[in-house]
């Protein structure tokens, strides 16, 4: 077990994400997660914040290899892959405005667009594997919703549900019990039926986490891409307000399908940071 580690506290639109530079053996991951998530630290802002989540950055064996960060449950998260992107972006001199990056629970590369003055980095989302929906009878609710299967998460869209934990333990008592899906991570996307606005929740199976999250990139795409179906052929451009930030997701659809997804929005490192868990 690893005592001294050098950290950074990133900020992607209010979902604050503690990235580990120190390398970590996998098998750790969950023992420093959760002593992370349990501290205090200053983000780059000065104000005092707690992390929702954790990444791993792998060292690279050589230059050849590209820049590699995994979640703590292996999961995929676009906020933490816009974090690390702007990361990478970051090492060189001068800053880098675009770079490709791999990331847990995605199996091809992502690129992102960094601009560092102006604190955004957009990166391109993987995009939705299938899409399944489900009625307001089979999820006990006034509504039914789209459950958005993705590469390393999957994410139910509901509109016009409030958003509270009882709900949430009942649907992801219902994905993973009654419909016996096998997800490493799994989140409800609650959006208002009147606006773009949302709350996002999320689990995370392999670390045991339940967190209302600041922002989610990745369910942001889902409910941009589940919302785009309902549309005509084109580019959608959408913006979603959430607790702690905002977020701009890009859709594009061609002949009913999803053909390409971006997802944009503010982003700050903090200097590093070394703990001792």
Not at 208 to 224: H, R
């Amino acid at each position: 077990m690893i005592e001294n580690l050098d950290v950074m506290v990133a900020n992607p639109a209010g979902n604050i994400t503690i990235m580990v530079l120190t390398p970590v053996d996998r098998k750790d991951y969950a023992q420093v997660t959760s002593a992370l998530l349990g501290m205090t630290f200053t983000d780059a802002s000065g104000e005092q914040v707690q992390g929702e989540q954790v990444c791993f950055i792998l060292p690279r064996n050589n230059p050849s290899e590209l820049p590699a960060m995994e979640m703590s449950g292996l999961e995929f998260c676009g906020n933490a892959s816009r974090s690390f992107a702007r990361y990478i972006a970051g090492l060189e001199n001068p800053p880098l405005e675009e770079v490709t990056v791999s990331v847990s629970g995605c199996a091809y590369p992502l690129t992102a667009s960094v601009d560092i003055p102006g604190e955004r980095s957009r990166i391109r989302m993987p995009l939705p594997d299938s899409f399944t929906e489900y009625t307001a009878d089979e999820l006990q609710l006034h509504e039914g919703g789209t459950l958005v299967n993705m590469d390393g998460i999957s994410h139910l869209v509901l509109r016009g549900i409030r958003a509270d934990r009882e709900t949430f333990d009942k649907l992801k008592d219902f994905i993973y019990n009654e419909e016996g899906l096998d997800l490493p991570a799994f989140g409800v996307m609650f959006t208002e039926t009147d606006s773009e606005a949302m709350t996002p929740v999320v689990y995370v199976r392999d670390v045991d986490t339940t967190y209302f999250e600041g922002s989610c990139a990745s369910g942001t795409t889902a409910a941009a891409c589940a919302l785009a179906l309902r549309r005509e052929d084109g580019l959608h451009h959408m913006v979603f307000r959430q607790p702690e930030g905002v977020l701009e997701a890009f859709v594009t659809t061609k002949k009913g399908q999803i053909v390409s997804a971006e997802l944009d929005g503010s982003i700050t490192l903090s200097p590093v940071i070394n703990v001792s868990v």
